[in-house]
């Protein structure tokens, strides 16, 4: 688990498996990134897989929201990731 920093300094969690390619695995509403593992871990040879827990959920759930739109502020954490892992 690698611990990632927001742009409000949050710290938000993010589980990483595998190597090669990078492939951003985005969690849907109420799922933690544990989620995909059976799906992501028999291509873990051939690609590294990036999986957020977005705030709220997993071992991210007790960062706040720090916006109103709880879909501008998983959008903002997206880019944080993003940015992170370039």
């Known amino acids: 688990m690698t611990i990632v920093k927001m742009?409000?300094?949050a710290p938000l969690h993010v589980r990483t498996i595998g190597r090669g390619q990078p492939v951003l695995m985005l969690p849907?509403?109420?799922m933690n990134s544990n989620q995909w593992l059976p799906f992501v871990l028999p291509?873990?040879?051939q690609f590294r897989f990036i999986?957020?827990?977005f705030r709220g959920q997993g071992r991210s759930k007790h960062i706040a929201f720090n916006q109103s739109d709880v879909?501008?502020?998983h959008m903002e954490?997206?880019?944080d990731v993003?940015?992170?892992f370039a």
């Open 43 to 45: 291509y873990s040879r």
């Open 51 to 53: 999986m957020p827990d």
């Open 28 to 30: 849907g509403l109420g």
């Open 82 to 84: 993003i940015r992170h």
């Open 77 to 79: 954490d997206t880019q």
């Open 71 to 73: 879909f501008q502020n």
């Open 7 to 9: 742009r409000d300094n």
